[in-house]
């Protein structure tokens, strides 16, 4: 047992598991009795004990494994003590007692019987408490490859664990990296698109301009400010559209431009998606969602609230045709 203040790692797995001898069990709890810190340790050596009692499956090692450890331990040193010495006084009592034998006149003490066994007890009792160490060696190796099987068992559930956390975080990679493929497809897709709105042959070019005339300034000077412009594409087969506008100005708090395409037939106009200009005074609608094969007249833009309208507010503040 340790005699240091707490008990050491060792004695305490043994404490747990219930192999130290009597007499150390009882050391032992008296010392557990005292000590919070040890008692805190052994509780967590229950609990391990208990969990891997009720996942793991213990397995009886191989039998070249179990042969090995018990030549191991039969190489370990026994230590035979010499047995005690006869006490003089019980040579001196006998000294005068004799035997006729043979007629050689040989003096044999008549307590040697008596004395042979005492030695005999004296090894008995001397060698009964190496035998009985030897008794806790079978009981060691038996913890041993227990604690042996409870660690496999948990290597490999740890191992079983960490693959699973890996396979895991790789189907999530996964996932993640094809939905980016997605979008990037759908964002190809987009524009090669709206270049086709650009360059078809067929497209329908609309110019758009501000609505109302600009004001003059002071003796009739035009402002250097360049007017805004609007260029639209517009492929009716397909529903396809591509607006492009430059110089536009800045819209309200709370407010947004709105593009219309005006059908050929004189139908209400039909939302074709809200804008903002950046702070240069650009901006372009893409490819919003139109019905297909409607002609359109031309384009038209006004001023409406956040998120749009779906019929436009007048004054129309930019047309094209």
């Known amino acids: 047992m340790n005699n240091e203040k707490h008990l050491s790692e060792d004695d305490l797995i043994l404490f747990a598991l219930q192999f130290l001898s009597a007499e150390q069990m009882q050391e032992a709890r008296q010392h557990v009795a005292e000590c919070a810190e040890c008692r805190t340790g052994i509780g967590k050596l229950q609990g391990d004990l208990v969990a891997y009692a009720m996942t793991a499956e213990v397995e009886a090692p191989p039998a070249q494994a179990k042969d090995r450890l018990m030549r191991q331990i039969a190489k370990e040193p026994k230590t035979v003590l010499a047995p005690a010495p006869i006490a003089s006084a019980a040579i001196s009592g006998t000294a005068g007692a004799t035997v006729s034998g043979s007629g050689t006149g040989a003096e044999v003490p008549r307590s040697a019987p008596a004395q042979t066994e005492g030695m005999f007890a004296s090894r008995q009792g001397r060698i009964l408490p190496m035998e009985s160490h030897d008794e806790h060696k079978p009981r060691r190796a038996a913890w041993v490859l227990a604690w042996t099987g409870w660690a496999a068992a948990a290597g490999c559930a740890f191992v079983a664990g960490l693959q699973m956390h890996q396979r895991e975080q790789l189907q999530n990679s996964m996932a993640e990296q094809q ?120 384009f038209g833009v006004t001023v409406e609230n956040d998120g749009g309208s779906s019929t436009p507010t007048l004054p129309i503040v930019m047309a094209g045709t």
Do not use: C
């Not at 039909?270 to 950046?278: E, L, N, S, V």
């Open 179 to 298: 939905t980016r493929l997605e979008e990037t497809s759908r964002r190809a897709v987009h524009a090669q698109d709206a270049l086709e709105t650009l360059t078809a042959a067929n497209a329908q070019q609309v110019a758009l301009h501000l609505a109302v005339a600009t004001p003059k300034g002071a003796h009739g000077a035009v402002p250097t400010v360049p007017s805004p412009v609007a260029m639209a594409a517009y492929l009716a087969d397909k529903g396809a559209l591509v607006f492009v506008a430059t110089h536009m100005t800045p819209v309200a708090e709370g407010k947004t431009y709105e593009l219309w395409l005006l059908p050929a037939d004189g139908k209400s106009p039909i939302p074709a998606g809200t804008f903002k200009p950046d702070a240069e005074g650009s901006a372009s609608v893409v490819m919003p969602e139109l019905p297909k094969g409607v002609p359109a007249k031309g």
